[in-house]
């Protein structure tokens, strides 16, 4: 069952995200990613994305954290989820933010703030 070893890979790698096993962590959410890509699960291949994205950060890796984010982007432009936007910015700003770039987290904020408003707005119709 995909779901399930999807699942279990993204549990796996945030265990080892916990413990500061980026390298481990980086293994398992590659597996959810590829699981979730033969799923087609577009909502778990941006979750996997996210994860990659932030590991790859924390071992200093920006180039494949860079590889990821535009594959998050384009699957959340895939997708058309509000909420998958939302994500997509939030991590953009915050890891802008963390690399001290702060003119870029402040555009990425407003886009973020932006895609939560539409997102607002469509709840109500």
Known sequence: D???ES??????????EGLGN???AIQYFQHDFMVAKEAQDKEGLTLAC???VKAHTETGDREQ???????MAVVTEEIQSS????TF????????LNMGEYEKAIEYYANLLKEAKK????SFE
């Open 2 to 4: 995909l779901t399930t």
């Open 65 to 71: 954290a860079d590889v990821y984010r535009r594959k």
């Open 22 to 24: 980026y390298r481990q």
């Open 89 to 96: 910015w939030n991590q953009m700003a915050e890891d802008t």
């Open 83 to 86: 909420s998958g936007k939302c």
């Open 119 to 122: 997102e607002q707005h469509q």
């Open 50 to 52: 996210e994860k990659l």
């Open 7 to 16: 699942k279990v890979c993204h549990d796996l790698g945030l265990c080892h």
